[in-house]
């Protein structure tokens, strides 16, 4: 079983430049959510999708944008790269509002530099 | 504002010796805490808490949580060198679909 898969892994972007982190489950899940990883920080949530066709900000929005393309995929774009961006992102689904602990699922994480 | 506090961040052991984790938390409409370990890629699950007073046992580890105190404790005993990671908490705000993590104690265990 894939579980959550999320590309690239790893990535080196110059200030300025956009991309686009895409994220992918294959359980059925309703709620996605894209988190990012800081030292010292914790996950801090970006933006979550509770479900198709819904996105709400979370903690730390300011500098990206989502798309729910379809219940599967939840991708993160970063229009203008900045060096404050430079962090591991880390993709989740759950199956929806009951949020039980183990039915969250992560993905393994994207590296991503901006120099 | 949501906020889940960890502490120690940083904690270096010797193998076989006891550590006890801490989390704090003050979110509106609590629901669950959760713990989970993190090493080198994505945090995998560990305990879901939702009663206070209740202890959850796996093995070295277990956990409980004080709801009236606000705080949960993750205890490991008998340290291995592979239980070096980072640990993290993270509340569950009932009605939201979202958790609001804490900053991770990094546990270093040393042969």
């Known amino acids: 079983n894939a579980g959550v898969t999320q590309t690239p892994k790893f990535q080196v972007l110059k200030t300025g430049q956009s991309m686009t982190l895409q994220c992918a489950q294959d359980?059925?899940?309703?709620?996605m959510y894209w988190y990012r990883q800081d030292p010292g920080m914790g996950l801090r949530l970006i933006y979550y999708?509770?479900?198709?066709?819904?996105?709400d900000k979370g903690e730390v929005p300011n500098g990206y944008n989502v798309s729910r393309l379809n219940k599967r995929e939840f991708s993160l774009r970063l229009e203008s790269a900045a060096p404050s961006q430079t962090s591991v992102y880390f993709c989740?689904?759950?199956?929806?509002?009951?949020?039980?602990?183990?039915?969250?699922?992560f993905g393994e994480g994207s590296w991503l530099t901006v120099v | 504002e949501d906020k889940v506090v960890q502490s120690p961040l940083s904690l270096v052991v010797h193998e076989g010796d006891t550590v006890t984790l801490n989390c704090s938390y003050e979110?509106?409409?609590?629901?669950?805490l959760l713990w989970y370990k993190q090493e080198k890629k994505a945090p995998t699950f560990l305990f879901m808490l939702?009663?206070?007073?209740i202890e959850k046992k796996s093995g070295r580890l277990s956990s409980i949580l004080d709801k009236k105190e606000l705080f949960s404790i993750l205890n490991i005993t008998a340290t291995q060198t592979g239980d070096s990671a980072v640990y993290l908490c993270?509340?569950?705000?009932?009605?939201?679909?979202?958790?609001?993590f804490g900053q991770g104690t990094r546990l270093t265990i040393n042969p």
């Open positions: 989740a689904s759950s199956a929806g509002a009951t949020m039980r602990g183990n039915t969250i699922y």
């Open positions: 359980m059925n899940h309703n709620s």
């Open positions: 999708s509770a479900s198709e066709g819904t996105t």
């Open positions: 979110v509106t409409n609590f629901r669950s």
């Open positions: 939702t009663s206070s007073g």
């Open positions: 993270a509340a569950i705000i009932q009605g939201a679909q979202k958790l609001v």
